[in-house]
C-alpha cells in the first residue's frame, strides 16, 4: 500500500470542517478496520477524495484530542459482534475537526458470519459536545500521564460510578437528557438497531 495517496495533516488547526451537517456521512469497512467504501459526504467531511482512503486504515481519521479508550471499548463491542455507537472527534485533511455521533453496525454473510462493518455519523448540537468533551480530556490526560490503563481503569470506574451504564447507554443518554425533539420512529429499516430515530426520524 502506498500509504502517500492520503498524507495526513502536517498540523492541527483548531478549527471546524465546513460541511453539510444535515447529511449522514457513511463508511464500510472489513473486519480489520479497512476502508472499503465511503460516500459523498464523508469525502466532504474529511476532506479526502476517495481514491486516498480507499484501502487504507480508518485511524487516517483519528484525532489526537480523542483518547483510546473509547476506541478500545468499542473494537471489544465490534468483535463480540455487537452494534455499538460512539460520539468522535474526526480529524479532516487539512487538521480540521467534526464531531460525530457515529452508529456502528456489524455486516453479516448469508449464514450470519460478520464480514464487516459499517459507520453511519451524524453531526452533534454543541450541548452534547459539551457534556462529552470534558470526561474525553481528562482520559486524554490520564493516558499521556499515567498510561492507557490507568485511563481504562478511570472510564470504567466513572462509568459506573457516575452515569451507572455503559458506554453505549450513555452516549445515547446524552440525547435524551437534551430533550432534542427528534423523532424515535422511522419507516426507513437500513439501521435496524440503536440511533435509527436519530439518523432517520426528524
Ligand atoms: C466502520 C468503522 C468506522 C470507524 N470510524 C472511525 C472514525 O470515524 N474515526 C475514528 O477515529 N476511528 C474510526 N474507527 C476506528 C478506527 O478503526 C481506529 O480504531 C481508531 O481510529 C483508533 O485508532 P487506533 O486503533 O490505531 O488507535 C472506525 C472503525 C470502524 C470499524
Same mark, same amino acid.
Given at each position: ?10 498540523? *492541527? ?29 464523508? &469525502? ?7 481514491? &486516498? ?6 485511524? *487516517? ?28 472527534? /474526526? ?15 456489524? &455486516? ?34 490520564? &493516558? ?36 432534542? /425533539? ?8 437500513? *439501521? ?11
Amino acid at each position: 500500500m502506498n500509504t502517500n495517496l492520503a498524507p495526513r495533516p502536517k498540523k *492541527i488547526i483548531d478549527e471546524e470542517v465546513k460541511w453539510d451537517t444535515s447529511s449522514i456521512i457513511i463508511s464500510k469497512t472489513d473486519l480489520k478496520g479497512t476502508i472499503l467504501y465511503m460516500n459523498d459526504t464523508f &469525502e466532504e467531511a474529511s476532506e479526502y477524495p476517495k481514491v &486516498e482512503l480507499v484501502g487504507e486504515p480508518h485511524n *487516517i481519521i483519528r484525532h489526537p484530542d480523542m483518547p483510546k479508550v473509547v476506541f478500545k471499548v468499542l473494537w471489544k463491542a465490534l468483535k463480540n459482534e455487537e452494534n455499538f455507537h460512539a460520539i468522535v472527534k /474526526n480529524l479532516s485533511k487539512t487538521g480540521r475537526y467534526y464531531w460525530v455521533i457515529t452508529d456502528f453496525e456489524v &455486516e453479516r454473510d448469508q449464514n450470519g458470519k460478520a464480514t464487516g462493518y459499517t459507520g453511519r455519523r451524524k453531526s452533534i448540537p454543541q450541548s452534547v459536545i459539551d457534556k462529552i468533551e470534558p470526561l474525553y480530556k481528562t482520559l486524554l490526560k490520564i &493516558e499521556q500521564v499515567k498510561g492507557e490503563k490507568a485511563s481504562e481503569l478511570y472510564f470504567n470506574a466513572y462509568l459506573e460510578e457516575e452515569i451507572g451504564k455503559p458506554y453505549n447507554e450513555f452516549v445515547l443518554d446524552l440525547f435524551d437528557q437534551q430533550n432534542l /425533539n427528534f423523532q424515535k420512529q422511522t419507516t426507513r429499516d437500513t *439501521i435496524k438497531k440503536g440511533l435509527t430515530w436519530f439518523f432517520f426520524g426528524d
